[in-house]
């Protein structure tokens, strides 16, 4: 949500908006958020996707560099 501030005396809030929609997983952790702002500029959402691509998992990789 964002709200518009006018600083002063009165302090003054303006009417509620949201700020965006995202496909949020429904939160079922009472231990963390499903979201998480990184700066004033980004968000991070936990998300889930239909179809997503299976996870290649590497191991002993450095065995396989040439040196």
Known sequence: MEVEVT?????KLGVPKPLFEAPVVQF???GGWP?????DQRFLFNTKQQGS?????????QASLKK
């Open 7 to 11: 600083p002063g005396s009165p302090f």
């Open 35 to 39: 979201w998480d702002v990184t700066d």
């Open 28 to 30: 079922t952790d009472p």
């Open 53 to 61: 691509p299976p996870v290649t998992v590497v191991t002993n990789w």
